[in-house]
């Protein structure tokens, strides 16, 4: 595998269960390839946050670096579904 693939994979304890993700975003390995077995295509897997303008990163809400606990805690506090 060229190492820049590798480097978009990450495994942080507490994000997602500890399972491998997307560098920087909270969507696993595994997310992408359901959605691309679904009949998704790369093209589309992007356009997520314009079919859902009311997306917020995890990010831009200052929780980036938090685990899953403490965004579903800030999620059911502020009226958030996820």
């Given at each position: 595998m060229?190492?820049?693939?590798?480097?978009?994979?990450?495994?942080?304890p507490g994000?997602?269960?500890g399972k491998?993700?997307?560098r920087g975003?909270?969507?696993t390995v595994w997310d992408v390839l359901r959605?691309?077995?679904?009949?998704?295509?790369?093209e589309q897997?992007?356009?997520?946050?314009s079919l859902f303008p009311g997306l917020t990163h995890v990010s831009d809400l200052g929780l980036?670096?938090?685990?899953?606990k403490t965004i579903w805690?800030?999620?059911?506090q502020n009226s958030y579904t996820l």
């Open positions: 060229p190492a820049a693939s590798v480097t978009r994979i990450t495994i942080e994000k997602r269960g491998p993700c997307v975003l909270r969507i959605w691309l077995g679904a009949g998704m295509t790369e897997i992007p356009r997520l946050t980036r670096e938090a685990d899953d805690d800030w999620a059911r």
